[in-house]
């Protein structure tokens, strides 16, 4: 192996209880009547509090619905602040693959975060390897990806646990997708950010689940609509920072398994395609670059120093050129 290549490059207030009236009007609240206004989510109101409350007191599994740019990841990070400051350990399940908070792109992350430090500091415990920067084509590998990284949050003992989803919430395939992910998730509570009714379709079949309490929340003023290239800037960045000090590994395969398709079209230039090095249970070790693939060969870029415990690997659908520029790649040019 070679070392030192670069890659150039106001909430509402949840119903616990029973209440009166028809069974949609008790499971989920009007925007008028569910909040009240406040300018930042950096305020908690009373409402906030109750839903803290039943955070730190009952724990539970809180994920959070909303086109892109809303604030949702926003709203968890103040969540863990306050959550942590109660003395309770947080888990955050970031599932957004292109924008996510606390792991590279392409990939899902569950965070644990300690009430022994101040601020809280972010410790991934697992990663899943999706190689892709959104769920569209790869809705299976994601649901399941989830559903794993949420097992182990809860065998880990950690009582609070935030679900971070991406913004794909409107037309069929988004509504049957979140829909499917809630039957296998199983939140316990279902935070709503919508600046008008673009959720509807999704909370009315919500509001029939006798297992799940929705919370419609407010859009902040202060949040701002990124462009379509201000979030592949950010994505480029993170690559950027990830894949430095980066170590040649060739990898034989009579060694490891691959876990899914394999490109098999020779005449295809797949080089800076991205790899989920994962364990022999599946978990994301790090994330390579394709470098040159033989029969019984192949050769990766990574920071990791070693894969002595690499077992499996899996194919993503996107490359990078030297300076973390993305292409996509569907399996289909394979």
């Known amino acids: 192996m070679s070392v030192?290549?670069?890659?150039?490059?106001?909430?509402?207030?949840?119903?616990?209880?029973?209440?009166?009236?028809?069974?949609l009007q008790r499971r989920t609240q009007t925007t008028e009547n569910c909040y009240k206004k406040d300018d930042s989510l950096e305020k908690p109101v009373h409402d906030f509090r109750f839903l803290l409350q039943t955070m730190t007191e009952q724990g539970g599994k809180f994920l959070v619905l909303g086109r892109t740019d809303v604030g949702k990841s926003t709203l968890l990070q103040n969540f863990v602040r306050l959550v942590t400051a109660h003395k309770k350990s947080v888990a955050v399940l970031d599932a957004d693959l292109g924008q996510s908070t606390h792991g590279l792109p392409t990939t899902l992350n569950l965070i644990r975060f300690s009430p022994d430090t101040e601020p809280p500091e972010p410790e991934c415990v697992a990663r899943i390897f999706v190689g892709a920067t959104s769920p569209v084509g790869h809705l299976l590998p994601t649901l399941v990806g989830c559903r794993r990284l949420l097992d182990r949050a809860q065998q880990l003992g950690i009582p609070v646990t935030l679900i971070d989803t991406t913004g794909l919430v409107e037309g069929p395939?988004?509504?049957?997708?979140?829909?499917?992910?809630?039957?296998?998730?199983?939140?316990?509570?279902?935070?709503?950010?919508?600046?008008?009714?673009?959720?509807?379709?999704?909370?009315?079949?919500?509001?029939?689940r006798a297992d799940l309490h929705i919370c419609r929340l407010p859009v902040a003023t202060a949040v701002r609509e990124r462009s379509a290239e201000e979030r592949r800037a950010n994505r480029q960045e993170k690559y950027q920072r990830y894949f430095t000090n980066l170590v040649r590994h060739r990898l034989r395969l009579d060694r490891v398994g691959i876990w899914g398709r394999v490109p098999q079209r020779v005449d295809r230039n797949l080089a800076g395609l991205?790899?989920?090095?994962?364990?022999?249970?599946?978990?994301?070790?790090?994330?390579?670059?394709?470098?040159?693939?033989?029969?019984?060969?192949i050769e990766v870029?990574?920071?990791?120093?070693?894969?002595?415990?690499?077992?499996?690997?899996r194919f993503g659908s996107v490359a990078l050129d030297r300076d973390g520029t993305e292409h996509l790649v569907s399996p289909r040019e394979w």
């Open 274 to 297: 991205l790899i989920g090095l994962n364990d022999e249970q599946g978990f994301c070790l790090g994330v390579g670059l394709l470098q040159n693939r033989t029969s019984d060969t």
């Open 4 to 23: 030192g290549a670069n890659l150039v490059f106001a909430l509402p207030r949840v119903p616990l209880g029973r209440s009166q009236g028809s069974p």
């Open 301 to 313: 870029l990574t920071p990791l120093v070693t894969v002595k415990e690499v077992k499996l690997l």
């Open 173 to 208: 395939l988004a509504v049957e997708f979140k829909l499917h992910k809630i039957d296998l998730l199983q939140p316990t509570h279902l935070l709503a950010l919508a600046r008008a009714h673009e959720l509807d379709p999704l909370l009315r079949a919500c509001a029939r």
